[in-house]
């Protein structure tokens, strides 16, 4: 009896996984391979990616820095960077890996490893001058394989790359420390990150200046026993214009940085994802979100949202974790106006207990979405679709680059469309979006390509297959799918079970060519084998002859088959997709009543083969 439950229940699971997956693979592939990539001229193992304004992309290798136009992708210049010394020949990284390339101080800049003695050159004339600050040397790492993390806003820069430690031992540590700016130089106390690995860093930008917030994603060691991960991820604030502590001795840390873990999961169903891959930082039109992307032990994704307003909230008021002080004047965290400075009492606290007691939940308490894959990167848009709602689309890419587009539906997040955007295989190195045009770029080590989000040519056979692909960028207009972006007027889009197509027949074979791509069945002998290729991954496809149903599919196959004689049924054949309760034929065949010339033949066949049988 126990066991028969036992076998129920992992048959249950198993359902409930497959069924899960079914809705959160994606709908659709795009066969459009490489329709707009372009290959570098080289593999760079650890390229680097740089989207400048003016729609340049840089691309950083080793020793060298292409420049692509992204209107002509295949007019680029190079530029040769090479090391300054070779000294360090026979160990591995003996070459200038470019690590970094963007505006600095108002001046393209590129910085590399340069044989493990790292420096930056700011490029004038089409020429490259090596930067003379001294901390030039902090803003790239020694190898290209590093974790680090700069941070660039206006004229202030920051890098996470270790540093001699404070008290004078010569212990390398890792900190996140100001190099460049107006106000005082701070950096993070030497034990406020334990072994960080870097996501993100980005600054929040508050209509009060003082309230400007830098957030920092990492994963970093768990040495509190409220969990068993041995790694947590974590986010920490800390206040952009903050003066330091009146404290001596730590006059030149910042004293408003405070942390807390971060959590992705379901309360409900207690599935959490532990590790943070990626962090996007949506500045929407309806408020600041976090996406942050992570997966679990078995490499399965989820990706969680947390409005920037609640992490902000939990920073003003959580507690702090192991601290029982509730008389201090002003709490640990908050940004005061310069050149005020933090009193020793508050910084102290915050310096001996800098983990808040409250985690950071992800809104509504669940994931957003969490599928079977293993992501890499996100970047998120937002639409306004026909129906005038605003519409946000996950774009969420594998480490081989392959794409799945997420719309974020009222009914829940659905998965769209698989995009493969490359030609060749290469390890995604780069993803990033340009929101004004709602286009994607990426870059691997061999390759790099544009997306544009409302490309619909992928759902371009009828108005059934437009509205049906939930995709808030495309719409039915004059017989097309065609971008929102690019039409007015009376285009027909289905988000919500809202509209529907007009005076649209039962699509028929001929309106649904993209299904059929030449298929003819083929025959043997009066057995015909009759294929129908199964694209739409969230339908049920079956075969009907008449009304009489024939066979079911599973779309996981790529191909829905049957197998007919057509002695016993001859008569129309079609293949049936049903989507969300409706059903269209998506090619129909007619099998011709069989005539006396083939039956004898195939009598004569059928006594061979058995004869054969019978010798054999
Ligand atoms: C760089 O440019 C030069 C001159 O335009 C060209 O000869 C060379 O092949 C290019 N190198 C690469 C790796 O593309
Ligand atoms: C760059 O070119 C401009 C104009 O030709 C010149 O005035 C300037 O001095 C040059 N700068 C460098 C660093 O060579
Ligand atoms: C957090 O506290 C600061 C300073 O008191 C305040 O300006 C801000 O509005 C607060 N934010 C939230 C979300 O409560
Ligand atoms: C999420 O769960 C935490 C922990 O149980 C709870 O404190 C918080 O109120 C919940 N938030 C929401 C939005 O339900």
Known sequence: MKQLVRVLLNLCALLSISLASIWTDPRLTHYGEGERSFPLPKEEAHAFFYLSEDNSLYVGGEEILYHFNLKAMKDYKNYTIKAESTRCQGRPYCKNDVTFVGQLLGKLTVCGTNAYSPGCWVMENETFQKLTYSWAQQLAPRTPVDNYNILISGSEVYSTLARKSNNGLSVMITTFRKLYGSDQLLYTGDTFLRRPKFVKSLVVEKEDKIQNKILLFFTEDNTESRTVEKRLPMVAQLCKSESGSVSANTRNVFSTAL????????????????????????????????????????????????????????????????????????????????????????????????????????????????????????????????????????????????????????????????????????KLQFMELDPKEHVVYMGTTREISVLPLDDCTAYNTSCTDCVRSRDPFCGWVEGKCESVLKHKGSIVQNLEQDAA???????????????????????????????CPTMLKHATYMWKNGDREMGKCDPSNDICELIVNEVSYPGEYKCIVKEMETERALLKYTLPESNSATKPQCLWLLGLTILLLVLA
Not at 304 to 324: K, P
Not at 507 to 518: D, F, H, N, P
Request: charged letters at 20%; aromatic letters at 10%.
């Open 259 to 426: 942390k807390s873990r971060m959590i992705c999961g379901n309360q409900l169903t207690g599935q959490y994802y532990p590790h943070l891959q990626d962090i996007y930082f949506l500045q929407g039109k309806t408020g600041n979100v976090i996406f942050g992307l992570f997966k679990n032990a078995w490499d399965h994704s989820a990706v969680c949202s947390y409005e920037v307003e609640d992490i902000e909230l939990l920073f003003n008021t959580s507690s702090l974790f192991g601290s029982s002080r509730k008389d201090l004047k002003i709490r640990p965290g908050t940004c005061l106006p310069p050149p005020q400075m933090t009193p020793e009492e508050t910084s102290e606290e915050a310096s001996n207990y800098p983990e808040l007691t409250d985690w950071l939940w992800p809104s509504g308490n669940k994931t957003v979405f969490q599928n079977l894959n293993l992501y890499s990167k996100i970047v998120v848009d937002e639409i306004t679709a026909v129906n005038q709602k605003i519409y946000k689309v996950l774009l969420l890419a594998t480490d081989d680059g392959t794409v799945h587009k997420v719309v974020e539906l009222e009914d829940g997040a659905l998965n769209i469309l698989n995009v493969i955007p490359f030609k060749q295989k290469g």
């Open 501 to 531: 197509c007009k005076d649209e027949k039962e699509s028929t074979a001929e309106s649904t060519s993209l299904y059929l791509k030449g298929n003819r069945p083929t025959s043997s002998n009066g057995v015909y084998f009759l294929t």
